[in-house]
Antibody, heavy 120, light 110 residues
Framework: QAQLVQSGGEVKKPGASVKVSCKAS????????IIWVRQAHGQGLEWVGW????????NYAQKFQGRVTMTTDTSTTTAYMELRSLRSDDTAVYYC?????????????WGQGTLVTVSS | QSALTQPPSASGSPGQSVTISCTGT?????????VSWYQQHPGKAPKLMIY???KRPSGVPDRFSGSKSGNTASLTVSGLRAEDDADYYC??????????FGTGTKVAVL
């Protein structure tokens, strides 16, 4: 069955960058997209962006544009999200999840989440 | 893109039903039949419960149902069970591969 496994937790200083990976298995990687979602402690889900694993097209939420880059490596069926110029309010659990193409009308399954902590 | 509006909390006794609303705009919920619902237990990743407004993925009990009217979508959980005690989030497509989540509702099974 489809499965997404994310990289481990990270601790970064303000102004630094972080790159989170999401290894996909159990399905045809290039037939779907990958969506990134984050959740601060005790808060709700926030959509970060989307990438097509078919052709690399991306779309980022407006508040992250200019600070986030999403990529995929089809040879290793892995998706990546890099977030730059980190601030303390970027501290959150970051999830990757799979979505259909051309429209991700559902998100399933989800990775286990990666805690990114931004602290001086 | 503003978050969709959900009530902060809802509750019911075992066996009862609870309905959660999710209000958006004509640019998201009202414009597309791509509303989905997710259940999240503490410390766990979200789980897909409903997609395309009212469809249930394989393995999701038929106690869970979804609907939509205008700019508002709803999730109903019938025959509440202890394991339904969780946070629930709606999500909608908002065009051009943009998506938006709801503010979340904590469902308590009393």
């Amino acid at each position: 069955q489809a499965q997404l496994v994310q990289s481990g937790g990270e601790v970064k200083k303000p102004g630094a960058s972080v790159k989170v990976s999401c290894k996909a298995s159990g399905y045809i990687f290039t037939s779907y997209g990958i969506i990134w979602v984050r959740q601060a402690h005790g808060q709700g889900l926030e959509w970060v962006g989307w990438i097509s694993a078919h052709n690399g097209d991306t779309n980022y939420a407006q508040k992250f544009q200019g600070r986030v880059t999403m990529t995929t490596d089809t040879s290793t069926t892995t998706a990546y999200m890099e977030l730059r110029s980190l601030r303390s309010d970027d501290t959150a659990v970051y999830y990757c999840t799979r979505g259909q193409l051309p429209v991700a009308n559902w998100f399933d399954p989800w990775g286990q989440g990666t805690l990114v902590t931004v602290s001086s | 893109q503003s978050a969709l509006t959900q009530p902060p909390s809802a509750s019911g006794s075992p066996g009862q039903s609870v309905t959660i609303s999710c209000t958006g705009t004509s640019s998201d919920i009202g414009g597309y039949n791509y509303v989905s619902w997710y259940q999240q237990h503490p410390g766990k990743a979200p789980k897909l419960m409903i997609y395309d407004v009212s469809k249930r993925p394989s393995g999701v009990p038929d106690r869970f149902s979804g609907s939509k009217s205008g700019n508002t979508a709803s999730l109903t959980v019938s025959g509440l069970r202890a394991e339904d005690d969780a946070d629930y989030y709606c999500s909608s497509y908002a065009g051009s591969n943009n998506f938006v989540f709801g503010t979340g509702t904590k469902v308590a099974v009393l």
